[in-house]
């Protein structure tokens, strides 16, 4: 089977030296095992994205010595994909629409008194999961906006137990429950992170995801979804974040860092590489 790896950037900003790390580790992945490498631009998030992050990153990642196949997928082309997948779980009755503002979540948590911690903060109270079908209706009828909120016990219950493999820490049995159900169309964008990565890992044949290991978790709420959808499931290996000299993880906030200033300030490219590659882990 041909190794298929892919570096998947949000265009909200400028490359940094993680993401320089990032890229190379999935581009030799690929060239070692004679595969292929590809290039996805992950820009659902309309408020965030902007075409000209776009244009810099790929002339970055051309500058830094990566070369990738094309056409380039483009997520925001491709939300027809998402939406497919979307009604497919609604008719596995595993989605639920979502009413709920931040406010409302809060407000929840705080009266309940308590609340599941998962990775990323506390967890959905699950306020929306048994609305009655008639209210959710009239919800619907009268404009309310809502997300599109996975019910992951009722999911976990058609798929039974799930594993996956990291090359770096072994099989994992799949707890997607630690994310809670999380959102997988927003209410300003038909989609989620979850849903398109996903959908998309699939559609583009890839075989083995790296990435961050700050997705570590996230990868057993996809899991979950190759799962029900049917996907093939790919190998993962999740990698250490690049830390700043305060030892916290590198951000778009460190300008210092990006590919950019690096090459203004008259680094080459293969410097930059040794930089990236050569960094110790946070
Ligand atoms: N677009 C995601 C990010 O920029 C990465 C997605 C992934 O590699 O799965 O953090």
Known sequence: MTTVTRFAPSPTGHLHLGHAYSAL???????????????????????????????????????????WETPVRRQSDHLGDYRAA??????????????CTRKDIAAEIARAGHAPHGPDGPLYPGTCRHLPESDRAARIA????????LDVARAKGLTGPLRWHDQGKGWQEATPEILGDVVLARKDTPTSY??????????????????????????????????????AVPEWHHHGLLTNERGERLAKRDKAQTLRSLRDAGRTPAEVRALAEGHTFG
């Open 194 to 231: 979850h849903l398109s990565v996903t959908t998309d890992d699939h559609i583009q044949g890839v075989t083995l995801v790296t990435r961050g290991e700050d997705l570590f978790f996230a990868t057993h709420l996809h899991r979950l979804l190759q799962a029900l959808l049917g996907y």
């Open 25 to 67: 580790f999935g581009w030799r992945a690929a060239r070692e095992a004679g595969g292929r490498f590809l290039l996805r631009i992950e820009d659902i998030d309309p408020g965030r994205c902007r075409p000209e992050f776009e244009r810099d990153l790929m002339e970055d990642l051309a500058w830094l010595g990566l070369d």
């Open 86 to 99: 979307l009604e497919r779980l609604q008719g596995m009755g595993v989605i639920y629409p979502c009413f």
């Open 142 to 149: 009268s404009g309310a906006p809502y997300a599109l909120r």
